[in-house]
């Protein structure tokens, strides 16, 4: 190679990296800024996260929590969503779902120790629920349910989904 006839060629890769680098970034986005800590009270809106769609988790349990998460956040989209049929098996329209459960000024869940059985081809979840709203409480029960590994099965089928209740909000 002839003195000085790599210089073109690496300032052509440093621009040509420049350039790819530049270009990956373009659809990323940023992460939300962390609040950061101070002496005083900010009056800053604080901003609560969403919960999640429906969890395909295959522990009852934890789809429990998520939507509990969802009430608790008022997230009431979210929280319509465990119901079967995305929904529609409440009864209700997500309009309707909003109206009733909506009334909440700031609940809290009390979740009770659930016992899992199983029967012809579904498994089913029962656990005693009491919403926390202030000094009102609203006691009941939750029954969850999930199709078993059965053939033909549908994702709705096989996720755990409110099948049916007793809290009345």
């Given amino acids: 190679m002839r003195p000085g006839s790599m210089l073109p ?22 992460a939300p800024a962390q609040p950061q800590a101070s002496a005083a009270p900010s009056p800053a809106i604080v901003v609560l996260p969403r919960a999640v769609p429906p969890s395909t988790s295959r522990d009852p349990q934890e789809v429990l929590l998520s939507w509990a998460k969802a009430v608790s956040l008022k997230d009431w989209p979210s929280a319509y969503g465990y119901w079967g049929d995305h929904g529609a098996a409440s009864g209700m329209t997500l309009d309707q779902f909003t109206a009733s459960w909506g009334k909440l000024g700031q609940p809290d869940l009390e979740i009770g120790k659930g016992v899992q059985e199983g029967a012809a081809g579904s498994s089913f979840y029962t656990v005693k629920v009491t919403i926390v709203d202030g000094a009102r409480r609203i006691p009941g029960e939750m029954v969850w349910r999930r199709v078993n590994d059965v053939d033909g099965a549908t994702a709705e089928q096989l996720r755990w989904h409110i099948e049916s209740t007793t809290l009345r909000p």
Avoid at 12 to 17: E, G, P
Wanted: glycine share 4%; proline share 0%; net charge positive.
């Fill in 9 to 30: 060629r690496t300032i052509a890769i440093a621009a040509l990296s420049a350039a790819a680098f530049t270009l990956a970034g373009c659809n990323r986005t940023e």
